[in-house]
């Protein structure tokens, strides 16, 4: 084991991330058995989640009222941590959108770091060009707000107050300023889904939200909202590896008390 770990020492990689190029290579495998199994025609049954559901309820009863629909993206970016959850709110920003333009629903979407908005303006270009009568419907807007976290709440707040928003639906990384946001929504009575991963802001989303997607759950939404082959044998190896990572523990606290 010291000759293994010297030889990595001297190529420049360290044990975490040969433990990860490992697993990685434990992944491909099942990754390329369970979409062949997709492609073959076999299910894989998901269990259901509510937040996805009500997506569409939420979008058609803007069509009719012509009250707007309001999406953060949070107060993360592309360039830093927060990247992957920054990545989920733009996941489900598509499909909000284009199933907006579809029936002609308004949409604003709010960003707060600068890197997030080419990318949530672009995505909303893109769903507004599939609709076969374009020039018809609305384009969905996407602004940014400002940089700092408790400014970028201020101007949601006003948002929710001043605009009557059908919904507030909040995917992406988030601190101590959700509350702001989240306790406003609670005021103005307006239907909330939220998406968040730090386990210091779920109480709050627990405590405000009408539906929730706690942690993992952000990340599914290729799986549940885009059901393409891969996206569904993603999401089937990840709990593959979970299961994995259950019993290895149970394991070694086993031998660890023998």
Not at 65 to 92: C, F, N, R
Not at 221 to 240: E, F, M
């Amino acid at each position: 084991m010291d000759s293994i770990l010297e030889l990595l020492g001297n190529s420049g990689i360290t044990a975490t991330q040969a433990l990860m190029f490992i697993l990685l290579l434990l992944v491909l495998p099942l990754l390329a058995l369970f979409a062949s199994q997709l492609h073959a025609g076999k299910r894989i049954p998901l269990r259901p989640i509510r937040a996805f559901e009500r997506l569409g309820t939420f979008i058609g009863q803007s069509a009719e009222t012509g009250q707007p629909v309001h999406m953060s993206l949070g107060v993360g970016g592309i360039v830093d941590p927060s990247t992957a959850e920054s990545l989920a709110g733009l996941a489900l920003m598509e499909h909000v959108a284009t199933e907006a333009t579809a029936c002609g629903a308004p949409l604003t979407v709010t960003v707060s770091d600068p890197t997030l908005l080419p990318l949530a303006q672009d995505t909303s270009r893109r769903a507004w060009e599939t609709h076969p009568y374009q020039y018809q419907v609305q384009e969905p807007e996407a602004r940014m707000i400002a940089p700092d976290a408790t400014a970028y709440a201020a101007g949601v707040m006003d948002i929710l107050l001043g605009e009557r928003v059908a919904a507030n639906i909040m995917v992406g990384r988030f601190g101590p300023e959700y509350l702001l946001m989240g306790e406003t929504g609670v005021k103005c009575r307006v239907p909330q889904v939220v998406g968040a991963a730090d386990p210091q802001v779920l109480p709050f989303v627990h405590a405000t939200a009408d539906d929730m997607l706690l942690g993992e759950e952000m990340f599914a939404v290729g799986a549940y909202l885009r059901p393409r082959p891969v996206h569904i044998a993603s999401l089937r190896v990840q709990d593959w590896l979970r299961v994995f990572l259950i019993l290895t523990i149970v394991l070694g606290v086993l031998l660890r008390s023998l």
